[in-house]
C-alpha cells in the first residue's frame, strides 16, 4: 500500500474504478463468467482477444469525443 499524499498513491488512485469496471466486462463476456478454453495458449488468445477489443472500443470512442461538433447539430 501506498500512503495517501504519496507519488504513486496520486497517479494511480483512480485506477481502481476502471479496473474493476474492465474485470467486470471481462467476466460478462465470458461464457457464463468463466473461461472457455482448455490450454493455456487458448487462455492466452482469449485474453489477448478482450484486450483488442476493448483496446479499439476506447480508441473509436476518443476519436468520435475528439471531431469537431457542427454549429448544425
Known amino acids: 500500500m ?3 499524499g ?3 498513491y496520486v497517479e ?3 485506477w481502481r474504478n476502471d479496473t474493476e469496471s474492465t474485470h ?3 467476466d460478462t463476456w465470458l461464457y457464463r463468467e468463466r473461461m472457455v ?3 493455456v495458449e487458448r487462455q492466452t488468445l482469449v485474453m489477448l ?3 483488442v477489443t ?3 472500443i476506447a480508441s ?3 476519436k468520435r469525443r475528439a471531431r469537431p461538433r457542427s454549429l448544425a447539430a
Open 6 to 8: 504519496s507519488t504513486v
Open 37 to 39: 478454453a482448455d490450454t
Open 12 to 14: 494511480t488512485y483512480g
Open 49 to 51: 482477444e478482450f484486450a
Open 60 to 62: 473509436w470512442y476518443a
Open 24 to 26: 467486470s466486462q471481462l
Open 54 to 56: 476493448i483496446n479499439a
Open 2 to 4: 501506498h500512503p495517501p
